[in-house]
T-cell receptor
């Protein structure tokens, strides 16, 4: 079974700082990749996703992620964070090979706090 | 547009009492439905999924059960709650895919914070 590792459990930044949240997975086949965000008091919502094509994916609110297949990574980035980016971020990986589980496995999440 | 409703938002129940959490989806037909549990620092754990009425797949052995009495209704239950059942429960739906597969993404409800005392 696949596993998903988010290295940073808690990140604290000041506004305008750059952000990179790590996500690595263990699965040798084809995958779909997701980043979800949960703002305080709100439901989980999709930030961005990768299925195929350009490995650099752009999502909402200025976020982007890069799929590096050789490193089994899908790191989330934002050049300049805002206070409103304070949230919990989840990476999810979905194997798509025949015989795969077809339902994504989530990482433990990263709590991001941005100070104004 | 599609919406997902989950209730109640918070619940405090004594050990040994029954549980019923409800989730309904509007604006779509034959969705795949999911129950997740979110524990602090442990991400989302898939508990059950359903690809159709009366069809439930369990991912982990536990004290909980799920039912799907209608196409867009998904219920999480327990006959007798344990302390370890405390947590944050999320319902989600996705466009129908074989074996419970997600479509392009899944859409989550607001969640239920369950505290067993």
């Amino acid at each position: 079974a696949q596993s998903v590792s988010q290295h940073n459990h808690h990140v604290i930044l000041s506004e305008a700082a750059s952000l990179e949240l790590g996500c690595n997975y263990s699965y040798g086949g084809t995958v779909n990749l997701f980043w979800y965000v949960q703002y305080p008091g709100q439901h989980l919502q999709l930030l961005l996703k990768y299925f195929s094509g350009d490995p650099l994916v752009k999502g909402i609110k200025g976020f982007e992620a890069e799929f590096i297949k050789s490193k089994f990574s899908f790191n989330l980035r934002k050049p300049s964070v805002q206070w409103s980016d304070t949230a919990e971020y989840f990476c999810a990986v979905n194997p798509t090979d025949p015989g795969g589980s077809y339902i994504p496995t989530f990482g433990r999440g990263t709590s991001l706090i941005v100070h104004p | 547009s599609q919406t997902i409703h989950q209730w109640p938002a918070t619940l405090v129940q004594p050990v040994g009492s029954p549980l019923s959490l409800e989730c309904t989806v509007e604006g779509t037909s034959n969705p795949n439905l999911y129950w997740y549990r979110q524990a602090a620092g442990r991400g989302l754990q898939l508990l059950f999924y359903s690809v159709g009425i009366g069809q439930i797949s369990s991912e982990v052995p536990q004290n909980l059960s799920a039912s799907r009495p209608q196409d867009r209704q998904f219920i999480l239950s327990s006959k007798k709650l344990l302390l370890s059942d405390s947590g944050f429960y999320l319902c989600a739906w996705s466009t129908g895919g074989g074996q419970g597969a997600w479509g392009t993404e899944a859409f989550f409800g607001q969640g239920t914070r369950l505290t067993v005392v």
